[in-house]
């Protein structure tokens, strides 16, 4: 039999339409989370990324898999810089140091996270220095090629032979550089100190964050988050969270409190990560945006395979109930109080936690569902009963109440198969879409490992795809809890996966908005409260869709997505009791071309179009959408 797609030249020909007729009742509430964000420090997208830290390797944190270096850092004017691990470190998080050597002028410059930014705006440093010096310090911002000094300021040292002093200063540019090709320098003079040499430690320069947080993070990326109106933020993983090895796990205790007690930890994405993008400023992240945390906690098993048996697990099922308490305990408990001593005196919500992340790979399955979520899931119930517990796969039998996560990453027509994948699903066991992407051509196959190689951006089709699968999941939105991308982000200086959905460098100018980034904006802000029932002329595709009603605004809502059509698609479509002359909002996404991507640097692909469609006789809105369209339909009440 020939595909109905054939046959679309005809049909148009015929300029029969799809008509759909949606209920006024029968559907289903859906869950308020449905686009969310996903964090899991990859591609240098927490450190050299959301974080707005701008010096490369601050604190020379290593360990071993990583170990301690220079990386980042040159010498000024023929200065001599040397790693140490002195018998009086900055901290015993952060053992290892810089000596700074020469004769009259010395220093040290970073090169910044591939470049630094510089504008007209306030940039605030600090620095830790160790030895005898009554002279002053110079920081500076200049051009790497041309040596320009765009901002410059001298520090009266307060630097003693027996003890770490930090110093702090603003730098304030008066003129914008034209390019990120800059680099920051501290000097002083060596022939004021006893041998010729300081030592330095912690350096750090922070350009305005968002909501001026100190710590804080980057505004570009934020304001591209917060533009597609995010409902949730699940963090910290990934794989990340669950590390390597055993041992090298995500350890929540280790990335909060001041940044010098924080040792920085091996990612699972070939560097060594600071910390500095900690779990207080995750959940600051949560609280800037409005969003749900959804919170990922380690479950016992690392990513080499190896779990911890049943009889073990107390200690880290400990661990979690302590994070549970920091984030969530009255300031009369311990860990609550240790929270308001960092700031943060309000206790925080968290009405979701995922077990673990992926457990059903790497042979992770068995000791998954015979132990491991189990006694997560019950010791965090016991103490937290109105927690959801996500299980981080949807191969189990879930307990009462108890949900799972369900990840895809394939080609642009596997998506599309899946149009239907959530009717299986109950509403009883939400299901989370943690990460999905299409990563690969159709036709390709996908290789995992070292010979991995997806796609350099989200692409025009592979977002089309994404729309049907997600029309498939709002068509379910009683069960299917929300969905993000993954990876998230990227620094096209420096990365281990692409696609993302968003890609930046060190210019915020030229942050690429991905074309899977226009599809969550155009769908999470025309989210629906209740879906309806609709009937159809038709079977699914080329036209996949899903209606619903917003509550708030008594607005009926109709969104939609063509993929692989002959022709462009005419819809007739009545909602029951809207009647004719009704207006409503008709937007439309398309792209040229098929394979068309959104890079950094480069102008948008996406056009987006609104028109007003108005409902004629019998309250039929009669429209087209071309081949490869994402479309919403909203009523104006
Ligand atoms: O998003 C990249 C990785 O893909 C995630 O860390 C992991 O959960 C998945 O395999």
């Not at 989370?33 to 990324?49: A, K, P, R, W």
């Not at 016991?382 to 990840?407: C, M, N, Q, R």
């Not at 595709?541 to 708030?552: C, E, M, R, T």
């Not at 809502?557 to 909602?575: E, G, H, M």
């Amino acid at each position: 039999m020939l595909h109905k797609r054939y046959l679309l030249p005809l049909l148009a020909a015929c300029s029969a339409a799809v008509e759909i007729s949606v209920a006024s009742s029968g559907g289903n509430a859906t869950s308020n989370l449905q686009y969310g964000i996903m964090e899991e420090e990859i591609n240098y997208c927490g450190d050299g990324g959301l974080y707005a830290e701008l010096i490369r390797n601050r604190a020379f944190q290593g360990g071993s898999s990583y170990p301690s270096n220079l990386d980042a850092w040159i010498p000024v004017d023929g200065s001599a810089l040397s790693l140490q691990n002195l018998s009086k470190p900055l901290s015993s998080a952060l053992p290892t140091s810089v000596n700074v050597k020469g004769s009259g002028k010395a220093g040290l410059t970073n090169l910044g996270w591939w470049g630094i930014d510089v504008r007209e705006q306030k940039y605030t440093g600090s620095f830790y220095v160790k030895g005898t010096y009554n002279g002053t310090f110079t920081a500076s911002l200049q051009a790497n090629e041309t040596g320009e000094v765009f901002a410059s300021t001298e520090v009266v040292s307060k630097s003693v032979r027996g003890a770490w002093t930090q110093h702090e200063f603003t730098l304030t540019p008066s003129k914008a550089a034209s390019n990120t090709k800059n680099t920051f320098s501290i000097t002083f003079d060596a022939s004021e100190t006893v041998d010729g040499s300081l030592d330095f430690n912690l350096i750090s320069l922070f350009p305005p964050t968002w909501n001026d947080r100190p710590n804080g993070l980057r505004k570009d990326l934020m304001q591209a988050m917060a533009d597609f109106a995010p409902k949730f933020l699940r963090f910290p993983g990934g794989n990340n969270l669950e590390g390597d090895t055993l041992a090298g796990r995500w350890k929540w205790n280790e990335t909060i409190g001041p940044l010098k007690d924080r040792p920085g930890r091996a990612t699972t994405w070939t560097y060594q990560e600071t910390t500095g993008l900690g779990l207080v400023e995750y959940m600051e992240w949560c609280d800037d945006l409005g969003v749900e945390p959804i919170l990922g906690i380690w479950a016992g098993f690392a990513l080499n395979g190896d779990a911890i048996p049943e009889s073990e697990l107390g200690p880290y099922v400990q661990d979690v109930l302590d994070e549970l308490e920091f984030l969530t305990g009255s300031t009369d408990t311990d860990l609550g109080a240790l929270r308001a001593s960092l700031g943060h005196p309000e206790p925080w919500t968290i009405k979701y936690v995922e077990v673990g992340n992926e457990d059903n790979l790497n042979e992770g399955l068995e000791s998954y569902t015979s132990y491991r979520f189990r006694v997560f899931h019950d010791a965090i119930k016991e103490k937290y009963p109105d927690i959801i517990i996500l299980a981080s796969t949807v191969e189990l039998t879930f307990p009462e109440g108890a949900g799972g996560d369900y990840h895809l990453y394939d080609t642009p027509d596997n998506f599309v198969s899946k149009f239907n994948y959530f009717d299986q699903f109950s509403p009883d066991h939400p299901i989370l879409l943690g990460e999905i992407a299409a990563i690969q051509l159709n036709g390709r196959e996908i290789v995992w490992g070292g010979d991995a190689h997806f796609s350099m951006y989200p692409w025009w089709i592979g977002t089309v795809a994404e729309a049907v699968f997600l029309l498939g999941a709002e068509r379910n939105a009683d069960k299917v809890l929300g969905t993000t991308y993954a990876p998230f982000f990227m620094n096209l200086a420096n990365y281990q996966w692409s696609p993302t959905f968003l890609a930046f460098n060190a210019d915020p100018d030229q942050t690429a908005r991905s074309t899977s980034w226009h599809l969550y904006s155009l769908f999470s802000h025309n989210s629906f409260t209740n879906t309806l029932p609709t009937t159809s002329n038709d079977t699914w595709g080329p036209l996949y869709y899903v209606a619903g009603v917003d509550s708030a605004t008594d607005s009926h809502i109709f969104k939609a997505a063509v993929y692989n059509s002959t022709a462009d698609v005419p819809v007739s479509l009545t909602f029951d009791g809207v009647k004719s002359g009704t207006t409503a909002q008709l937007t439309v996404l398309t792209a040229d071309d098929a394979l068309g991507m959104n890079e950094v640097g480069a102008s948008d692909i996406v056009a987006s179009q609104t028109s007003t469609v108005t409902a004629g006789a019998n309250g039929v809105f009669d429209f087209s959408l071309p081949n490869l369209s994402v479309a919403v339909l909203k009523t104006v009440a």
